[in-house]
């Protein structure tokens, strides 16, 4: 079963996984002494499903739509939003610490997933019908 990351309740879709609880819990005051090494991984993930879509910052809804909300990313083991950059860097969401373990032990740079495990994520874990 894939890891998710950042699915917190405040955010849609939330593609049935488990969620974080509320976002609003995960801020911080500051971030990691790493974050811009974390933002850039989330970032760099592999690309599992990509969404045109655009919708506010949930807590800063005055701020610029943020794009590609619902796109999904993954290393393989866990699965994070799109968004899920713009949270951390901006508000200072705290990750799971094994995923940050993982971020850390992977030394910022997420490994290419391959088609095969990316079909077994979607199909598997998330139900999507590729047929």
């Not at 593609?15 to 990691?32: C, F, H, N, Q, T």
């Not at 619902?70 to 951390?88: A, K, M, P, Q």
């Amino acid at each position: 079963m894939i890891r998710p990351a950042g699915f917190f309740t405040e955010l849609s879709p939330g593609w049935g996984l488990p969620m974080d609880g509320s976002i609003k819990d995960a801020v911080r005051p500051s971030g990691e002494p790493d974050e811009s090494d974390i933002v850039s991984y989330l970032m760099n993930g592999t690309g599992l499903w990509s969404e045109m879509s655009a919708g506010p910052d949930v807590l800063d809804p005055d701020g610029p739509l943020l794009p590609g909300i619902g796109s999904l990313y993954t290393d393989g083991e866990w699965i994070w939003r799109g968004d899920l950059s713009h949270y951390v860097s901006t508000h200072h969401v705290a990750l799971p610490p094994t995923f940050l373990t993982r971020i850390r032990d992977l030394n910022y740079s997420p490994p290419t997933v391959p088609d095969s495990r990316l079909t077994e994520i979607a199909t598997e874990d998330l139900g999507m019908d590729l047929g």
